[in-house]
């Protein structure tokens, strides 16, 4: 990474580069000339310092990595008690995709304690290895032990590709985990891609998703990337092919300085991830009248409401209902939408919904382009219509 630098012994603190600075990058900071994190490499300070003061420090060039000596994909899994979390099936699944990509395998990591039976489990769908490691002292997550156990694995397997849920726990293990290797870490990726040369190919929104970024680890190993749940599709059950491999490691390391004095069990709530039918609102939906008859008619078809941000940020609903970068990622066998425009931040986390219907009033909506089915009308009309459609006095409402 280049840089620039002043040399104090030459620098006859004149000011010239201060006031020639497009950026306001530089400033005098007692009695020496400091360059700040708004530089932008432009050199101009560079070019017409009278003193020759301001040189440009070039980094050396980093020792290309042998990407033969990783191989596979490790897929990290997420579970409660031996209840394997819905994501790793899909992680296994895009792993498989991208395994058949170089001609490799995939493979799990398993932390807990008594769980060999729901790491068998895993076999069932195509897994070579389940890298199982079982101790008391891993029955909750801790991220101390169990970064040092993700460490040990990877140590151990070499794998070229780190596949994660971004769960809470994934989110906090996933960045420790790649810290050991000195490696990069891509977060919340909705679209993964493998070239021949084993460099995954990271695709995840950017700048509050007006592009989507691809981000590629050219010359370290491993790549981590983090995915959200219900990105991707779950791997199906296959002929079995792997086994178990029991792993241990060093005692010491199981120690943890985190001591879990209470585990209270929560009531599970309703996510609207785990939504078959969902019906969503958003900034369209302007008066509690039209809301009222968008929730009548998701209850008639047994859906749960959703919504989009400016819902939540007006206070009309909770964020746990919130669709989108910033809220959950949804995958339902149906999605209606109410007055919703159909901004990137919102559709990236719906738009792998089988069917999508869209109510917007106007025909120009960016939802449209996504919808199975696009109905430009009035919102509360088009609910009501709906409602009595169901009971068989539908009148005609829509264009």
Request: hydrophobic share 40%.
């Amino acid at each position: 990474m280049s840089g620039l630098v002043i040399d104090p012994k030459k620098c006859t603190r004149c000011g010239l580069c201060i006031q020639q600075c497009p950026f306001n990058a530089m400033a005098m900071v007692e009695g020496q000339v400091q360059i700040n994190a708004a530089c932008k490499m432009c050199r101009m300070c560079l070019r017409n310092c009278p003193s020759q003061a301001i040189s440009e420090q070039t980094d050396a060039p980093q020792p290309q990595i042998d990407k033969s000596q990783w191989h596979d994909i490790l897929v990290y899994v997420e579970h409660s008690d031996g209840r394997i979390h819905p994501v790793t099936l899909e992680l296994i699944g895009k792993a498989q995709e991208l395994a058949q990509v170089i001609g490799q395998q995939v493979n799990c990591l398993m932390i807990g304690d008594q769980i060999e039976a729901a790491a068998d489990s895993l076999l069932d769908y195509g897994v070579a290895n389940v890298y199982l490691y079982e101790d008391p002292r891993l029955k909750y997550f801790r991220a101390d032990n169990y970064t040092e156990v993700f460490e040990d694995c990877i140590q151990r397997s070499h794998p070229t590709v780190v596949l994660v849920g971004a769960t809470v726990s994934g989110r906090s293990l996933a960045p420790r985990t790649a810290a050991r290797f000195r490696t990069g870490l891509t977060a919340d990726c909705t679209v993964l891609e493998m070239r021949e040369n084993t460099d995954l190919v990271q695709i995840r929104p950017a700048f509050g998703g007006n592009i989507m970024a691809q981000i590629l680890n050219t010359n370290h190993r491993p790549q981590f990337a983090t995915v959200r749940y219900k990105v991707m599709d779950a791997a199906q059950k296959q002929a079995r092919i792997g086994q178990v491999v029991s792993c241990s490691i060093d005692s010491a390391k199981l120690d943890s300085k985190i001591e879990w004095l209470k585990i209270e069990k929560k009531e599970q709530e309703v996510n609207i991830s785990d939504a078959e039918i969902l019906v969503a609102v958003g900034r369209g939906v302007k008066d509690e009248k039209t809301l009222a008859l968008i929730e009548t008619l998701a209850q008639r078809l047994h859906a749960q409401m959703a919504c989009s941000r400016p819902f939540v940020e007006s206070g009309r609903y909770d964020v746990k209902k919130q669709i989108g970068l910033s809220g959950r990622t949804v995958k339902p066998k149906l999605i209606l939408t109410f007055g919703i425009s159909g901004a990137i931040q919102f559709t990236a986390g719906m738009k792998g919904a089988e069917k999508i219907i869209a109510v917007n009033t106007d025909p120009q909506a960016p939802i449209f382009d996504l919808a199975h089915v696009a109905v430009v009308g009035d919102a509360g009309l088009i609910a009501e219509n709906m409602l009595k459609e169901m009971e068989g006095e539908a009148v005609c409402s829509a264009n």
